[in-house]
């Protein structure tokens, strides 16, 4: 199994310009969540999704942020406009529904907004 | 407010010794905590974890206790090695719960 999946692994952009970050979870895995990590806040929780729905978008910061999974091995997480502040590394992670909370993460973006 | 802290935000230790990592958390309905490791550019990967039924568990060179009347784990790497050096991230969570609450990581570094 290839893991889970981002893209792009590296984004720099201006501020003001739309960013979009993808992933593709590990097959056969029912939730989805997205994470950023900062220096500050260690890793936290965007928003995550169960059977392609969204369960919990409580961590997403603000209206410019805004996550879809359109079906089971494929999401996105938007941001528009980007702020400098949006810049971390964002990941993506999966996991079975008995999988006792083990989440397993791809790589992470490193997002740059300028 | 930061439901789980790890107030040490780098450890350094000497190769062949103990590394010890500690994590303090506030919420009483948390039953379940894990660590996971990160090396740079990667994602963090699954170490261990411990259900609040017991007190420690053991794998290999990595155990982890917890005190849940201190509401405090920690994660004891002995021997260290130079392979050890990361950042570790405590998370916990509610049995049935499938969010993570993570602290902000400690990074490790193993020193020959």
């Known amino acids: 199994d290839a893991g889970v999946i981002q893209s792009p692994r590296h984004e720099v952009t201006e501020m003001g310009q739309e960013v979009t970050l993808r992933c593709k979870p590990i097959s056969g895995h029912d939730y989805l969540f997205w994470y950023r990590q900062t220096m500050m806040r260690g890793l936290e929780l965007l928003i995550y999704?169960?059977?392609?729905?969204?369960?919990?978008d409580s961590g997403m910061p603000e209206d410019r942020f805004s996550a879809k999974m359109p079906n089971a091995s494929f999401s996105t997480l938007k941001i528009q406009p980007s702020e400098p502040r949006d810049s971390a590394v964002y990941f993506c992670?999966?996991?079975?529904?008995?999988?006792?909370?083990?989440?397993?993460f791809g790589p992470g973006t490193r997002l740059t907004v300028l | 407010d930061q439901q789980v802290k790890q107030n040490s935000p780098s450890l350094s230790v000497q190769e062949g010794r103990i590394s010890i990592l500690n994590c303090d958390y506030t919420n009483s309905m948390f039953d379940y905590f894990l660590w996971y490791k990160k090396y740079p550019a990667e994602g963090p990967t699954f170490l261990i974890s411990?259900?609040?039924?017991?007190d420690k568990n053991e794998d290999g060179r990595f155990t982890v206790f917890l005190n849940k009347s201190a509401k405090h784990l920690s994660l004891h790497i002995v021997p260290s090695q130079p392979g050890d050096s990361a950042v570790y991230f405590c998370a916990a969570t509610s049995q049935g719960a499938q969010k993570l609450v993570f602290g902000q990581g400690t990074r490790l570094t193993i020193n020959p």
């Open positions: 992670a999966s996991s079975f529904v008995e999988g006792w909370n083990e989440q397993f």
């Open positions: 999704f169960n059977n392609n729905v969204p369960i919990d």
């Open positions: 411990i259900s609040s039924i017991k």
